[in-house]
């Protein structure tokens, strides 16, 4: 019998605070239990294993991470949405750098998977900080690889403590976005080779 209280969701949403706290690569289902005051084998009355309970979080930072970004880039557009989506973005990386890193890490199973959802709704908001700027389909795809790259990439050292120079990490965020939306504003079309 299933402990009072426990369900695939409350063992997720534990398993994540968890991984926030010391890191995706160092989750356990002994850390788990212990942490949620069971015994490691409880755990799997709700998770079918590690693996399961990995892309459980997974699924659960996608949908956070789209809602966060969705959330603060409504009624906003070009450089407002760019700004205000990447600060969301962000934020969740540095609140939630654990369940991020699971939801990089995450693999898709199949066409069923709950993650391609998850993973979709991430980049809807992507392309709805894109909007404004009003990119050709084409032009569109590359942005959206661009701006997935630099934001991972900005965040994830900045949550790893990666930036070590004596000079204010907002400052070069900021600056970083005003090359961005330059660059998207520009659209510069003779740089993208024809095949």
């Given at each position: 019998m299933p402990r009072?209280?426990?369900s695939p969701a409350?063992?997720?949403e534990a398993a994540a605070a968890l991984i926030d706290e010391i890191g995706f690569e160092n989750l356990s289902?002994?850390?788990l239990a212990e942490r949620l005051g069971v015994k490691t084998p409880s755990l799997y009355k709700h998770v079918a294993g590690q693996a399961d309970l990995a892309h459980r979080i997974a699924v659960m930072a996608m949908i956070e991470l789209a809602d966060a970004i969705r959330d603060a880039t409504q009624g906003r557009s070009g450089k407002e949405a760019l700004?205000?989506?990447a600060h969301a973005m962000r934020t969740y990386v540095?609140?939630?750098?654990?369940?991020?890193?699971?939801?990089?890490?995450?693999?898709?199973?199949?066409?069923?998977?709950?993650l391609v959802p998850a993973i979709g709704r991430v980049l809807a908001s992507w392309t709805a900080m894109l909007?404004?700027?009003?990119l050709d389909r084409d032009q569109e795809i590359h942005a959206l690889r661009m701006l997935r790259s630099i934001l991972h990439g900005f965040s994830a050292l900045e949550a790893a403590g990666g930036f070590q120079i004596d000079t204010d990490v907002d400052d070069s965020f900021t600056w970083m976005l005003g090359f961005i939306d330059q660059?998207?504003?520009?659209k510069w079309p003779d740089l993208i080779p024809a095949h």
């Amino acid at each position: 019998m299933p402990r009072a209280g426990l369900s695939p969701a409350s063992v997720t949403e534990a398993a994540a605070a968890l991984i926030d706290e010391i890191g995706f690569e160092n989750l356990s289902m002994g850390l788990l239990a212990e942490r949620l005051g069971v015994k490691t084998p409880s755990l799997y009355k709700h998770v079918a294993g590690q693996a399961d309970l990995a892309h459980r979080i997974a699924v659960m930072a996608m949908i956070e991470l789209a809602d966060a970004i969705r959330d603060a880039t409504q009624g906003r557009s070009g450089k407002e949405a760019l700004v205000a989506g990447a600060h969301a973005m962000r934020t969740y990386v540095l609140e939630h750098p654990g369940r991020y890193a699971a939801g990089n890490a995450a693999i898709v199973t199949g066409p069923d998977d709950p993650l391609v959802p998850a993973i979709g709704r991430v980049l809807a908001s992507w392309t709805a900080m894109l909007h404004g700027y009003r990119l050709d389909r084409d032009q569109e795809i590359h942005a959206l690889r661009m701006l997935r790259s630099i934001l991972h990439g900005f965040s994830a050292l900045e949550a790893a403590g990666g930036f070590q120079i004596d000079t204010d990490v907002d400052d070069s965020f900021t600056w970083m976005l005003g090359f961005i939306d330059q660059g998207l504003k520009a659209k510069w079309p003779d740089l993208i080779p024809a095949h």
